[in-house]
């Protein structure tokens, strides 16, 4: 059996952003999967009704349809595709071997975030601006809302919140990207995932690009890099 390589896009995103990064462990010779979740890649109102659990059933179906075809499986994700990630080990503890995680979502916001997001669908908001696209390198565009629901928001939040206590569960090697300049998720969920997970973790610095680093000038070092380290991992598993 080959070895394969779960691929999880962000919210709001679509498998676009992770596209590349895709291309590249196929080309390295890995099955890969690079689901599309509920609710994105289409219409900004197809999301609205799509919750935190909903993107975690997509997730574990995805891994588990892999796993049934590969001998070992490594996932590699974006932003809050890096707490679906984290899911994803600690719901099948014996079966990730390795995780690539480019400025994931994973420390749980204060309560007063909570309390702006209920606020705001107590009075009938649907809809906060975009937070897609978040790139330095010119020309380059993410496929992304142009705004972010927030009852699926909020929900993210909670499933984030409900995952923290959990992470020491990830016992696997992570290879963690994070950009300094990122404004959608705050660089220190990378410094909380790093303290809180009980595998080893390597850190890489995306010194030139935003949050989306995967279409951003650090691209490239970020798919060499990545197929470096499953290489890596799968020889040693």
């Given at each position: 059996m080959s070895d394969g390589?779960?691929?999880?896009?962000?919210?709001?995103?679509?498998?676009?952003?992770?596209?590349?990064?895709?291309d590249a462990f196929a080309g390295a010779g890995y099955e890969v999967s690079l689901p599309t979740l509920p609710g994105h890649g289409t219409r900004m109102e197809d999301m609205i009704p799509t919750r935190w659990d909903d993107w975690v059933a997509c997730a574990l179906s995805a891994y588990d349809d892999l796993a049934a075809r590969c001998s070992r499986v490594l996932v590699a994700a974006l932003s809050m595709g890096g707490a679906l990630a984290c899911r994803v080990t600690v719901d099948r503890p014996d079966g990730v071997v390795g995780l690539v995680l480019v400025n994931p979502i994973a420390e749980p916001p204060g309560e007063a975030l909570f309390d702006i997001l209920r606020a705001a669908l107590d009075q009938g908001l649907e809809v906060s601006p975009g937070i897609g696209s978040d790139i330095a390198k010119p020309g380059s565009v993410e496929n992304a809302y142009?705004?972010?629901?927030?009852?699926?928001?909020?929900?993210?939040y909670e499933g984030?919140?409900?995952?923290?206590?959990?992470?020491?569960?990830?016992?696997?090697?992570?290879?963690?990207?994070?950009?300094?300049?990122?404004?959608?998720?705050?660089?220190?969920?990378?410094?909380?995932?790093?303290?809180?997970?009980?595998?080893?973790?390597?850190?890489?610095?995306?010194?030139?690009?935003?949050?989306?680093?995967?279409?951003?000038?650090?691209?490239?070092?970020?798919?060499?890099?990545?197929?470096?380290?499953?290489?890596?991992?799968?020889?040693a598993a």
């Open positions: 390589v779960l691929v999880l896009h962000g919210f709001t995103g679509s498998p676009q952003s992770l596209q590349g990064l895709a142009d705004g972010a629901p927030i009852a699926p928001a909020l929900s993210m984030v919140r409900e995952l923290a206590p959990r992470l020491a569960e990830v016992r696997c090697p992570v290879l963690l990207f994070t950009s300094p300049q990122d404004h959608v998720v705050p660089p220190p969920n990378s410094d909380y995932l790093a303290a809180s997970v009980s595998g080893p973790v390597e850190r890489v610095t995306c010194e030139r690009s935003y949050h989306v680093a995967t279409l951003d000038w650090d691209r490239e070092d970020i798919e060499q890099r990545a197929v470096d380290f499953a290489r890596k991992i799968f020889a």
